[in-house]
């Protein structure tokens, strides 16, 4: 993630929508994700909201990783923080480029995570109350 810098603002103030993925809502968890915290996401998302920038929330839905009850509820607080989300996206983690981490001879992170179902995203869906 940047540092929002003039140039940067300017940009966002002719933006129509921005996507914004959150990779974990808790900032420990976080960073044992994906190696840093959620930080500047999250400062991002209230810059967004509190300039009335439209945005969608997109967050992976990984087994056991981002589906915890207790991360989900935090996550539906924060996006109930917002006025400008418009949208929240669910996607389910899946494991179909596993492949290419095995080619290039690297350890896959989630070998032994199952992709997420139609009734994972279901649950997590009803803890945020979404559609």
């Known amino acids: 993630m940047f540092t929002l810098n003039q140039d940067i603002k300017k940009l ?4 129509d929508l921005v996507l914004l993925d959150i990779k974990h809502i808790d ?3 976080c960073e044992e994700l994906v190696g840093f915290s959620n930080e500047k996401e999250l ?9 009335n920038i439209p945005m ?3 967050q992976v839905i990984i087994p056991g990783i981002t589906d915890e009850k207790q991360d989900l509820l935090a996550l539906k607080e924060f996006i109930n923080s917002l006025k400008t989300v418009e949208k929240v996206e669910l996607l389910p983690y899946h ?3 596993k492949f290419k981490w095995h080619n290039l001879g690297y350890n896959y992170a989630f ?5 997420a179902t ?3 995203i279901n649950r997590a869906k009803q803890i945020l109350e979404i559609e």
């Open 12 to 15: 966002l103030s002719l933006t």
């Open 27 to 29: 900032p420990k968890k």
């Open 43 to 51: 400062n991002f998302a209230y810059y967004l909201s509190n300039n």
């Open 56 to 58: 969608w929330i997109r």
């Open 95 to 97: 494991s179909h480029g």
């Open 111 to 115: 070998e032994n995570v199952p992709d």
């Open 118 to 120: 139609q009734e994972d």
